[in-house]
DNA sequence: CATTTTTAGTGTCGAGTCGAAACTAAAACT
DNA sequence: AGTTTTAGTTTCGACTCGACACTAAAAATG
């Protein structure tokens, strides 16, 4: 039990150092996880401070971070129309254009591979264990609208209720930082 | 498909730092796998290089994170008698102390605490990505000798045809550079 | 409405990471 | 004997990271 837990976890550590050091390494993992997550977060949610709470650092190193990808030209800065302090930020085209040399694509293709049924029990597993691990360390937990207390069908579109505004279609699957799991939140056992 | 792949992928990336990100930060992320390499690995395989190869970096950067392991008190120096250019490194006392606040065992709690039946199928699928990655890489495996070709069962005990020696029952379940996967190695599909 | 207090973002410091490159010394090969 | 390979180290520059100090803007409080 705890061996086989204790193995289990070390591959996991070993395997997600392996899929980033792949290849091309035009940016850094820190660099790439950021282009990710600007790629992939709704509208509330890209901005530095959001970005440094999904990636469990503080907000002086995501800055840095986010610094270096907006003078490669691959985010670019917007200020926030309606709050002076905060700052947006969006992919150029060219941040676009490099997410297709990802390195994460490589484990992403290998886990595509992988048996039908194996696939779906793996992603349930990492959804799981995310979401317990994020509890057990007072992290915030990230997810999509689609899995998120705050979202309602109603008539003819859906709603966020923290946004407090109608979503759209291509939003249902973006990250947010509002994000509150839906149900029971599950106990911590 | 793609887009689960894709999530469970990035979901393993965020979890592995999630859990070296963990409360007792006496060391770096590099250091606690350094220190967990060498608690773990052989007598063959317990040098700078080794690990290197492990760790999926370069000579020069292992030797850095050993030497600081070392300057903590964490590592002993030995020399290789046998092979002079080769130097071999050993968990002083107060490196195997130091494994007690390992912040993995937070992942590896969350792990054990699966349903049994999860847990069997997410170990199984971590060693086939792990393996899968490294061949696709072209970054050599490690594994148990109980995993391994070079290894055999005679009459009264256990043999590695790669260190031409008897093993003691200790170092079953050790890790081993010279690792080679039994059977078909299995075609990367 | 004036004054805290909180929040968002940035800059700096020091230790560490990391790949690349140059170097030494000891095998191993020819 | 001479060449090549291997093990290990050091140095360099860019980046990571947490800690800390700082500014400015919002929010909360009285």
Redesign the pocket.
Known sequence: MKDASDLAAELLIHLA?LAQ?SGN?R?????WT?LRYFARANRLSR????F?AF??????????????LES?GLLR?RR?E???????FDLTEEGEAALADDPLQALSQRIAALPEADRGGFLGTMKTLVGDLARQQAAPEFGTCGDCAHFETVQGGVYCHCAAATLMAGELDALCIEFRPRSGAGAVN
Do not use: E, I, W
Request: aromatic share 0%; glycine share 8%.
């Open positions: 150092r050091s390494h940016l850094t993992p820190a660099q950021a901005t530095p401070s959001a440094s990636h469990a650092t503080t907000r002086g190193t995501a800055s840095q971070t986010v610094k270096s490669m800065r926030n309606g709050d002076g302090r905060s700052t947006l």
